[in-house]
């Protein structure tokens, strides 16, 4: 049983489009977040989430909006993708706020923009 | 704003050899976590370091922490194919509530 999992796991789409990519955890953990890694391998943290509440938001173009609808899930929407996009996304969960006990990662989501 | 630097980049050996990556920075820090990424995968959470000096070890793979907590070494002997990975350093320190990761160390180990 996948304790964080995310879909789809590959998106292949044009500039322009709207898409979203889901994540759900099943760790009871009350923390989730969004980060981006790019071609390099360079791991970046995007939004975090406290039980539903925002609590992170770094440097992010407003095309990506996070919603969290509880506290087992978190959705990631972007609009009008762009080539720069690219890249594989990555949803995490850890058991509180605190980095103490570690991220349990998804595989992943590997967003190709053409 | 910290500098933390994961050496080296590429590492590619031979199954049976030993290696050691390592994970420095400018600044203090209160832990350090490691993870692995195999390749199509996320990052694992590998250990957590917490005391200056501290070595951990992990079947045949040795973490160390470094005294001044400000560096960290990763230390695989007898490298096997299926240690092949991303290696990720995570220090912990300044903001509690974001792990913020190194570049990595990208392995390769062949047959």
């Known amino acids: 049983d996948t304790a964080v999992s995310q879909t789809p796991k590959y998106l292949v789409t044009q500039m322009g489009n709207d898409k979203s990519i889901k994540c759900e955890q099943n760790?009871?953990?009350?923390?989730m977040y969004w980060y981006k890694q790019d071609s390099k391998k360079f791991l970046k943290i995007m939004f975090s989430y406290n039980n539903k509440e925002l609590i992170i938001n770094e440097t992010v173009p407003n095309r990506f909006s996070p919603k969290s609808p509880d506290k087992a899930h978190l959705n990631l929407h972007i609009n009008s993708l762009e080539l720069g996009d690219s890249a594989v996304y990555f949803c995490a969960s850890s058991r509180d706020r605190s980095t103490n006990y570690g991220y349990t990662f998804g595989s992943g989501t590997r967003l190709t923009v053409v | 704003t910290q500098l933390l630097e994961q050496s080296p980049q590429f590492l590619s050996i031979q199954e049976g050899e030993n290696l050691t990556v390592y994970c420095n920075s400018s600044?203090?820090?209160?832990?350090l976590q490691w993870y692995r990424q195999e390749p199509g995968e996320g990052p694992v959470l590998l250990v957590t370091?917490?005391?200056?000096?501290e070595v951990k070890k992990l079947k045949r793979l040795t973490f160390q922490f470094g005294d001044a907590r400000k560096d960290s070494s990763l230390h695989i002997t007898a490298a096997q194919p299926g240690d092949t990975g991303l290696y990720l350093c995570a220090p912990q320190g300044g903001s509690n509530y974001k792990l913020t990761f190194g570049k990595g160390t990208l392995l390769t180990v062949n047959p």
């Open positions: 600044s203090v820090f209160s832990s």
């Open positions: 760790l009871g953990h009350d923390t």
């Open positions: 370091v917490v005391t200056g000096g």
